[in-house]
Every structure is written in structure tokens, then in C-alpha cells.
């Protein structure tokens, strides 16, 4: 079994920074994607940013330029460096690992912008 931890969230003014990050544990498979997706009251869960093993880096429209996706050396750990906050970006930030055969997601960690 596979479990995401994430950490990070919190709250931040306007133009502020936060970094979040997810640690995975157990059996992972070498071959896999991790990302972050996010869900805003009212809305539905949303691509922010993903990254594969090989360290192919895909983004969201709403966030390239401003957000920035990382994996550690180990892979089993990713980060998302997230620069220029905007109220928009208020949502519950899920992590996400998936491979052929899996699909696991962290409990979530709370953003909120606001002055």
C-alpha cells in the first residue's frame, strides 16, 4: 500500500510563496507520474502541475510561470514551489502518484490567499 503525506499549506497574502510537499512510502513503481491537483469550494479538482519519473514537467495554464514542480533525488518525494499567490489559487491541494496499475491521493492540504 502506498501513502501520500503532504505538508506545507497554510495561509498567505497576495503575491506570497508557499512550498508544499508529499512524501511517498511503500511499494512504488519505478515508472510513474506524480503531480499536484487542486479543488476550489464549488468546483472540481483541477491539474496543477505533474512530473514523471524521468523529470517531464507539465502545467496548468492558470499557474506556469508562477509554480514550480520538483522531485528529490530519492523520487519519492515531491514539492511544489508556489511564487506569486493569487486569491484564485485558494483551493485543498491533493497529491497524486500514479503508475500503469495504481492511482493513490494524500488527504489533501488547505491553501488559502487572502489580505
Known amino acids: 500500500q502506498v501513502q501520500l503525506v503532504e505538508s506545507g499549506g497554510g495561509l498567505v497574502q497576495p503575491g506570497g510563496s508557499l512550498r508544499l510537499s508529499c512524501a511517498a512510502s511503500?511499494?512504488?513503481?519505478?515508472?510513474?507520474?506524480m503531480g499536484w491537483y487542486r479543488q476550489a469550494p464549488g468546483k472540481e479538482r483541477e491539474l496543477v502541475a505533474t512530473?514523471?519519473?524521468?523529470?517531464?514537467?507539465d502545467y496548468a495554464d492558470s499557474v506556469k510561470g508562477r509554480f514550480t514542480i520538483s522531485r528529490d533525488s530519492s523520487k519519492k518525494t515531491v514539492f511544489l514551489q508556489m511564487n506569486s499567490l493569487k486569491p484564485e489559487d485558494t483551493a485543498v491541494y491533493y497529491c497524486?502518484?500514479?503508475?500503469?496499475?495504481?492511482?493513490?491521493w494524500g488527504q489533501g492540504t488547505q491553501v488559502t490567499v487572502s489580505s
Open positions: 512530473i514523471t519519473s524521468g523529470g517531464i514537467t
Open positions: 511503500g511499494l512504488i513503481f519505478s515508472i510513474n507520474v
Open positions: 497524486n502518484l500514479r503508475s500503469t496499475y495504481s492511482n493513490y
